[in-house]
């Protein structure tokens, strides 16, 4: 496991019913590598659902295409409109945003994002980023 400023970065499950789940931390990597790439095929949501009745807000992964790669490590959950699939899984979501630079939204900074990434993963992540 990896920390920065004294909190674990990876883990191998996220979420109370493990909706994002990893064998590896190379796995972990180059789906931070895939999010990163801001070629309209995801984004990072964070949806205001305790507005609408819910019990709180959900960070979410919006997918749009049909063929995401890492739907083996991810529990996905049906779209709608032009949103194929989704993640919802807080934990993993506060994990990127605080770790690793991610934002709201389609574009991310790809470098912000790759300085965080330990160099021994750095080929997992373009690898992720090139998918």
């Known amino acids: 496991m990896h920390e920065r400023k004294g909190f674990i970065m990876y883990k191998r499950n996220f979420g109370k019913k493990k909706q994002v789940h990893f064998a590896s931390e190379n796995e972990y990597y180059e789906l ?12 990072i949501v964070w949806e205001p659902n305790k507005d609408q009745g819910a019990w709180g807000n959900e960070g979410r992964i919006h997918i749009y295409i049909n063929d995401f790669p890492f739907a083996n490590n991810c529990d ?26 991610f934002i709201e939204g389609k574009t991310q900074n790809i470098d912000d994002i790759r300085d965080t990434v330990p160099a021994e993963y750095r080929p997992d992540f373009d690898h992720g980023l090139n998918l």
């Open 32 to 43: 931070l590598g895939y999010l990163a790439k801001s070629n309209g095929t995801t984004s």
């Open 76 to 101: 996905l959950k049906a779209g709608n409109g032009n949103i194929t699939n989704r993640v919802n899984c807080n934990e993993f979501f506060v994990n990127i945003t605080t770790y690793h630079n």
